[in-house]
């Protein structure tokens, strides 16, 4: 089959140059970031941490910063426990209105983002919750809630339930027989819902912009911002350790996962 | 007392029921409050305002600008998911036949831009396709244009940095699919004296139509409701309907009007997935997200 026929001539390249147009615009920000002027030449007429001093120098993102992390934080806290056991919930009920609650459950990913964005600002607006702390970590909650829910069911789809019966059966009570039996075969799992959960949160954008605001402003809303009124390289740095923080943690995640096989 | 023991299993049963209720009724009040509640108000809003009306509705079916909002967005939508596509299903189809450490580089590439925030793909399609950006900077020193494209704050840059954001939507469950066909069914194909793109044509493209349909109805439906692109890269003049949210909301104070496209935008999602999930389950197109 190594025949280098034209075709499969034009086919690798046109694949190429696919695979380059996912990753260039990707990879463009990290030099953009190290630049020591505000427009991007090439090549860039020296290396400066002009950018990222400019971030960290600054009250206002170093605020959002720290707002974005306790909102992320909090989130996976929330997100996770109340994740895993409606995942056990759902794997372990054969009843047709646990298969309506799990539909439920996915709602935020199917309603367009903008709607959920307008709609919650409306019931925040009136139950003064706009601009809170607890506003935005509840909003963010809801939104990843759906990807701990999918990947602990996925982890329970491959555990076998009987080996908590057997523990039951031995003497230990339903709780117990779960943190000692269950959820250590399911951990792999559970933390990449965490980890997905606390990437959404990270990154969510849309929902914030409506309902975030005075010193709550996390960093996405922001960046937004700035973006709208011009191209601050500033946000090329903050795009850069995002983007890194955004890799480890899949990086962590898929790696734990293999370990678990 | 020989009868006592189905009712007691019985109230096991119902027992466990409760108990597996309790335990997802956290998340389940979570998305009730925060989800549920508020579209269902969107809802009411658009049709409720001093006693009923459906004046809003009136208003986004006769008014040119809604009308040409909305066909914006399914002529953006439809481009997109056509776009995505046919740049998808090569990448995919790579990625099934080639051997594994180049698979996964392949999927890596399309992995990697996936878990990247969409507001910093955004900024760097700015960066790139502005006015002084790298494209334009490239394309004048290689002598092939004067003076600047205009190549971002219109149409195609927000298609450009639409199609980056949501292929990966497109190329992870083609390559689910595809990856599912056994290479054996090529293999009698050919050995039958089928040449490769005849195998190709009536073999493995009919067995991966399933990803097809699941990455275009995820990329279409994702694509209806975009927000962050068509503001930061449409400069104004691509309103998509999402933007026509937004507006309504921000800059008119005009909620009825808002909430009316919002179920509108809503309702044209719900039924392409309920007419999609008639071919294939709903949890594989939303698996990817």
Redesign the interface.
């Given at each position: 089959m190594k025949t280098f026929s034209l075709g499969r001539i034009v086919f690798v390249v046109f694949c190429a140059l696919v695979l380059l147009y996912l990753i260039l615009p990707v990879l463009i920000i990290v030099p953009m970031s190290f630049s020591s002027t505000r427009f991007l030449t090439f090549p860039p007429p020296a290396l400066s941490l002009r950018w990222y001093e400019e971030y960290i120098g600054n009250a206002a993102w170093m605020q959002a910063t720290r707002v974005t992390f306790a909102v992320a934080t909090l989130t996976v806290l929330i997100a996770t426990p109340l994740g895993v056991a409606a995942a056990y919930a759902i794997s372990n009920s054969k009843m047709r209105l646990m298969r309506i609650v799990h539909m439920m459950l996915m709602l935020p990913l199917v309603v367009p983002i903008i709607i959920t964005a307008v709609g919650i600002f409306f019931v925040y607006a009136k139950v003064g919750l706009v601009a809170t702390m607890s506003g935005l970590v509840l909003a963010n909650v809801m939104l990843g809630l759906p990807y701990v829910i999918t990947s602990v069911v996925a982890g329970l789809q491959s555990f076998d339930p009987a080996q908590e019966m057997v523990a039951r059966s031995l003497g230990m009570n339903r709780l117990r027989s779960f943190f000692a039996v269950t959820l250590p075969q399911i951990k792999a799992s559970v933390l990449t819902g965490a980890i997905f959960a606390f990437i959404s949160a990270m990154d969510e954008t849309v929902v914030g912009l409506f309902i975030s605001g005075g010193q709550y402003q996390p960093l996405t809303k922001r960046m937004f911002t700035a973006l709208r009124d011009e191209i601050d390289p500033t946000i090329a740095a903050i795009s850069t350790l995002m983007t890194a923080a955004s890799f480890l943690l899949v990086l962590i995640a898929s790696t734990r996962q293999k370990k678990s096989g | 007392m020989t009868h006592s023991t189905p009712d007691l299993s019985l109230r096991h049963h119902r027992r466990?029921?409760g108990?597996?209720?309790a335990?997802?009724s956290?998340?389940?009040l979570?998305?009730?409050l925060?989800?549920?509640?508020?579209?269902g108000?969107?809802a009411w809003?658009s049709i409720y305002h001093d006693g009923f009306t459906l004046e809003n509705y009136r208003r986004i079916f006769s008014e040119a600008i809604y009308w040409r909002s909305f066909s914006l967005t399914f002529q953006i939508s439809l481009l997109v998911t056509l776009l995505a596509l046919l740049?998808?299903y090569?990448?995919a189809y790579?990625a099934s036949v080639v051997p594994k450490g180049w698979s996964v580089l392949?999927l890596a590439?399309?992995?990697?831009?996936f878990?990247?925030?969409?507001?910093?793909?955004?900024?760097?399609?700015?960066?790139?396709l502005?006015r002084?950006?790298?494209i334009n900077?490239?394309l004048q020193?290689l002598g092939i244009i004067d003076e600047p494209l205009a190549l971002v704050h219109n149409t195609f840059g927000t298609v450009v940095a639409t199609v980056?954001i949501l292929?990966?939507f497109m190329v992870l469950p083609l390559y689910a699919t595809m990856q599912k066909i056994p290479h054996d069914l090529m293999q009698a194909g050919a050995s039958l004296g089928g040449s490769p793109s005849h195998t190709f044509w009536r073999i493995f493209l009919p067995l991966s139509l399933p990803g097809v349909l699941a990455g275009t109805t995820l990329v279409f439906?994702l694509c209806?409701?975009f927000?962050?692109t068509p503001?930061?890269l449409g400069g104004g003049r691509t309103v998509m309907v999402?933007l026509l949210?937004?507006r309504n909301?921000e800059l008119y104070d005009q909620?009825g009007a808002?909430?009316a496209v919002?179920v509108v935008?809503?309702l044209g999602?719900?039924v392409i997935?309920l007419i999609v999930g008639r071919f294939i389950p709903l949890?594989r197109i939303?698996?990817q997200?």
């Open positions: - | 466990e029921q108990l597996m209720l335990l997802a956290p998340a389940l979570v998305i009730l925060l989800i549920v509640l508020p579209v108000w969107l809003q740049l998808g090569p990448i790579a392949i590439l399309v992995i990697l831009p878990w990247t925030s969409v507001l910093v793909r955004a900024y760097a399609w700015l960066a790139l502005q002084t950006g790298v900077q490239f020193y980056h292929l990966p439906v209806l409701g927000y962050i503001e930061l999402s949210v937004s909301v909620w808002a909430s919002g935008l809503l999602v719900l997935f949890d939303l698996g997200k």
